[in-house]
């Protein structure tokens, strides 16, 4: 099982060269906040992740990698 400190910098590592902060809400599940840190700007801002399902690093790769599906997605839909 993987600690939540590492859970968390796994997943911070994983949005380069964006900034990532994860941090554990009060009821246990993670905050997980994607921005530009030149502008600010927030490209993902996701709330409730459970951490129960996350217990290797490839769990953790594979979440990461739907969240950044999630962002092209936006900025797509945004494009417009």
Known sequence: MVSISELCRIVESGFQPLSCQCTLNPDGSLRIKVYDPATGRI?????????????????????IGELRIEMRAGRRAFAG
Do not use: K
Request: net charge negative; no cysteine; proline share 5%.
């Open 43 to 63: 490209d993902l801002l996701i709330t409730g992740v459970s951490p129960a399902h996350l217990n290797s690093v490839r769990e953790i790769s594979n979440l």
